[in-house]
């Protein structure tokens, strides 16, 4: 549920009016599509991300762990091609972006919860 609301709050806030039309550098289309975006997002990290993390290994410790971030970035991606058009990202930086945000975010709520 924290994911669909943070994935509807990132699309309104990655929009842009340029020339009277609307570009969407992050789309979802309804709360219905970002709720399911959510629940593929955590069935892909549960079955795919423990994978990548394994091949990604080397490259991770070499970053010092920031190549974990392109991982991340790389499950949004996957999430993006299984939805389809309804929820979509114009570049694969706009796609980190809203990785580190979706990140932060979660660890000041997870962090939050923890304290309670």
Do not use: K
Request: glycine share 6%; aromatic share 12%.
């Amino acid at each position: 549920m924290i994911n669909a609301a943070i994935f509807l709050a990132l699309a309104g806030f990655f929009q842009s009016s340029l020339a009277g039309s609307y570009q969407h550098a992050f789309y979802v289309s309804g709360v219905g599509i970002a709720l399911i975006a959510s629940f593929v997002l955590a069935i892909l990290n549960a079955i795919v991300r423990p994978i990548l993390f394994l091949l990604s290994l080397p490259i991770t410790i070499l970053t010092l762990g920031l190549f974990s971030v392109v991982v991340n970035a790389a499950m949004l991606e996957l999430t993006s091609a299984v939805i389809g058009s309804n929820f979509s990202f114009s570049s694969f930086g706009v796609t980190l972006l809203i990785t580190v945000v979706m990140a932060i975010v979660n660890a000041i709520i997870s962090d939050h919860f923890a304290r309670n």
